[in-house]
């Protein structure tokens, strides 16, 4: 990523598409390996960006079907259409990595995500055992939930660093400051604003309201973190809120009041790997090059409806190096 930023040292560069190629690439070695290589690598990444996209939008939409089903054959907003299409661009992509990897199967054995769900698959006896379609299944969870969560989150910390030069400026001296500017930027913009719908189990009373058994519900973060009665000076970007007193407010699901990765059962499983790769790109974006608005004054910080939430409009900078060893920019091959 630092090489690449390099390579264009002086130009606009869109930092949401940089981080999300950053991703795609190393989500895509974790769970497939070295299976995509060159050329096809860079056409994956590429359609990736654009079929994310849709699904996000897709997810997001409220789907009349789910509310009348009888009239649901209809599809009227063609959300079904839409999601059958994209699942069958995913498909042909998948079968090909899968059958790909089946041939090679003999010779050196493959250590990733793909390798191990293969393994449950041959083991047809076993009760972990798992189809073809249950493998495609996990394959998509993963790489979706694991990029677009992640590089839209960096998108956003960049948008409010340049918002606010000072706290930029003190990051860039302490590092360490990265994770307080990522808690409050979990804060402020929740990637799931509204977290997997939940199902009552039972009726209960909530707040004064019933909630009949079997209800679909909907936990939003986005307003629990920007809640006046919990948070001092909600609007408003202070890392120092997180800094001052580093173990309170922990982002794994078990205080009520800051839930960025949800919580329960269905709570993000990659909560350790996406932290990890977020503050990764950030401090190195930040440790190597000093980044520059185009003529706009202000940043634009509106977010973008969708099941996944990331910025309306792409923020775009321009890097200069920071560094003065150049050498440390070369591309590792
Ligand atoms: C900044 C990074 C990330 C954020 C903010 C994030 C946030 C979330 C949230 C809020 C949920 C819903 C939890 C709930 O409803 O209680 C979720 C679910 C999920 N996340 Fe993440 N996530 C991130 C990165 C990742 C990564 C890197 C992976 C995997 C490689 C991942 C895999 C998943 C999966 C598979 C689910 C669905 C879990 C289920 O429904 O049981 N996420 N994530």
Redesign the pocket.
Known sequence: MVGDVYENVGKLIDVGELAFRT?TSL?GN??WGSEIQGEQRTIVESQFKKIFAEIMVFLGKPNISDIFPSIAWFDIQGIERGMKKIRQSFNEFLDSVIEERMKKETGEQKSDVLQMLLDLHKNQDSPSSLTMNQIKGILV???????D??S??TEWAMSELMQHPEIMEKVKKELNDVIGV?KET?RLH???PL????CSARSLTVGGYTIPKGSRVF?N?WSIHRDPNIWDNPMEFQPERFLNEPGKLDFR?NDFRY?????????????N???K??SFILASLLHSFEWKLPQVEKVDLSGKFGIIMGKKNPLHLTPTPRLTNLELYKRKS
Do not use: H, Q, W
């Not at 969870?141 to 990029?147: L, Q, Y």
């Not at 977290?195 to 939940?198: A, C, H, K, N, S």
């Open positions: 991703l989500i974790m769970v969870n993963i790489v979706v939930a694991g990029t969560t992640t839209d989150s990522i979990f929740p990637v799931l977290l997997v719908p939940r936990l973060t699901g839930l960025p990765f949800g919580s329960g059962r269905r709570k993000c499983p990659g909560i790997l996406g932290e790769m977020l």
